[in-house]
């Protein structure tokens, strides 16, 4: 049977030329829930991307939101290295950049670990978007508010991707 995504949706503040807001899904069976709302966050790009071990920028990342690339290790395994980072959540993107539309399951590894800290699934289309924004800014992270609610923004003034079909 079809499946019904839970979204959970972001705003990118600035840089100004990804000022959108972006859909992603939280993992499946492990990670915590946003009982916070952030009006103005860190979303720091991990390095290295995929964050399966020690961050160059760990220092960066605590009480912020790290940014990380899927492969390498497990969904899980990012999720606990940003925690130990003391992030306070992790948005993972798909390594597959030209993903505009499929979102894939977060589910729990088979090693009996637990995260505390939110987990999000983030297509890969957004995540490379993003990434290439801080980029040619010369930025080391982005500015956001997490979670946004949708339901009180009238859907004319919804700044969404362009490269993404909603």
Excluded at 30 to 39: Q, S
Excluded at 133 to 142: R, T, V
Aim: glycine fraction near 8%; include cysteine; charge should be negative.
């Amino acid at each position: 049977g079809l499946r019904i995504h839970e979204y959970l949706y972001f705003q990118v503040l600035s840089p100004g030329d990804i000022r959108y807001i972006f859909t992603a899904t939280p993992a499946k069976d492990f990670g915590g829930v946003f009982n916070t709302r952030y009006d103005q966050i860190h979303l720091v790009p991990a390095d290295p991307p995929e964050a399966c071990g020690e961050l160059n920028n760990g220092v960066f990342i605590q009480d912020q939101i790290a940014l990380v690339e899927r492969g390498g290790c497990s969904f899980l395994s990012k999720t606990r290295v940003v925690q130990e980072h003391g992030g306070r959540a992790v948005i993972i993107a798909d390594n597959a950049y030209d993903n505009d539309s499929f979102y894939i399951e977060m589910i729990q590894d088979s090693s009996r670990r637990t995260a505390d800290i939110p987990a999000l699934f983030l297509l890969g289309r957004d995540g490379y978007m993003i990434r290439r924004s801080l980029e040619q800014h010369g930025l080391p992270w982005a500015i956001i508010s997490i979670p946004v609610n949708v339901t009180s923004i009238p859907t004319y003034e919804m700044m969404q991707p362009p490269w993404t079909f909603w």
